[in-house]
């Protein structure tokens, strides 16, 4: 959901312990049988590598792109879709995950940057980027200063003013996630059904694990990335400019029918549905039309995809439909 930037600050407050370690990947299961790719890190700057995950594969490359909270990690069930036409590479943005976390370097602009010298590094001249949520401010910024770099881009879930979208949030704000219980903090696998819960989709393991710290028991005692380096990149966002975008683009919405498409941990039941279901009718549904019209009248070359009813991980809740739109458009003319 683009409204959910981070669950963690929830996770803070309900744990009790401070230190711990990430928990083992373990052996024989479905996210180990999966995770196929090689992990990297390339020196953007001076004390600042970024971890990225290739994931093999022929073709032209492709670079994803993780939203504000998560990592490549993200990437490792749907990555493998893409490799038999691409050659994939998922990156973690400076902050997050196995990436350095400097104190500055979060505005969008360096952001945009650290994609260059990552490009640079791994001797890619020019690639197509698929990115999601708040890496379509990334994208854009990106296709804007570097043309010649880039070859197609794809959004996934990820082309919308964030800076209006804020201000919307300050005038209209909306019902907040529940804190995590108890029994939801017990174990490794009732924190991933919460955290499925709250977000409509089920990360992968390795994203977890990438993203939260956890005791032996595998209950969550805290986050890998502290709260103040997603709140430098919300301050430095930026307004989209996508005069300057010269690839071709493929916008992939997920398009809120109801209050629980929204807020997915909403049912008719809840007693913020009647509530959260009048703001998407009257405030925030306007708004990504609007977004999405934007985007198609300004984009040269745009193309739109609205997924009714889908979850703001297009990639994770429809991953066979979202896979196949990407490739058709990446393999276009």
């Known amino acids: 959901m683009k409204r959910l930037l981070i669950i963690a600050p929830l996770v803070l407050a309900a744990c009790s312990e401070s230190t711990s370690s990430p928990l083992p990947l373990p052996s024989g299961s479905l996210a180990a049988r999966i995770h196929v790719s090689v992990e990297g890190f390339v020196d953007v700057s001076a004390g600042v590598r970024l971890e990225y995950l ?14 504000l909270g998560n990592t490549a990690h993200v990437f490792d069930d749907f990555a493998p879709r893409l490799t038999a036409h691409f050659h994939v590479i998922a990156l973690t943005r400076r902050g997050f995950g196995a990436s350095s976390q400097p104190a500055s370097g979060y505005d969008t602009h360096s952001l945009a940057e650290d994609i260059r010298v990552v490009l640079d590094s791994l001797h890619l001249a020019r690639a197509s980027l698929v990115g999601h949520s708040l890496a379509g401010d990334e994208m854009t ?41 108890a029994a939801d903090l017990a174990s490794f696998r009732a924190f991933s059904r919460y955290v499925a819960r709250v977000r409509g989709a089920r990360l992968p393991d390795s994203e977890l694990r990438a993203s939260y710290l956890f005791a032996p028991n595998g209950s969550p005692v ?67 039309a609007a977004q999405r019209a934007r985007f198609a009248a300004e984009v040269t070359g745009s193309r739109v995809l609205a997924l009714e009813g889908a979850n703001h991980y297009v990639f994770i809740s429809d991953p066979g439909r979202v896979a196949k739109a990407v490739l058709d458009f990446l393999q276009s003319p």
């Open 54 to 67: 290739d994931f093999g594969g022929t073709g032209d490359p492709v670079i994803l792109l993780a939203g």
């Open 222 to 288: 805290g986050i890998v990335s502290p709260p103040e380096v997603t709140l430098a990149i919300l301050q430095g966002e930026e307004h989209p400019n996508y005069a300057d975008v010269r690839a071709p683009a493929l916008g992939i919405f997920a398009v809120a029918t109801n209050a629980g498409d929204f807020s997915p941990w909403l049912t008719p039941a809840s007693a913020d549905w009647d509530t959260t279901q009048a703001l998407l009718s009257t405030v925030f549904g306007p708004f990504d």
């Open 141 to 181: 910024h990106f296709a804007g200063s570097h043309p010649e770099r880039v070859a197609k881009l794809v959004y996934l879930d990820a082309a919308y003013d964030r800076v209006a979208l804020g201000e919307l949030l300050a005038a209209n704000p909306v019902p907040a996630p529940p804190e995590p219980t």
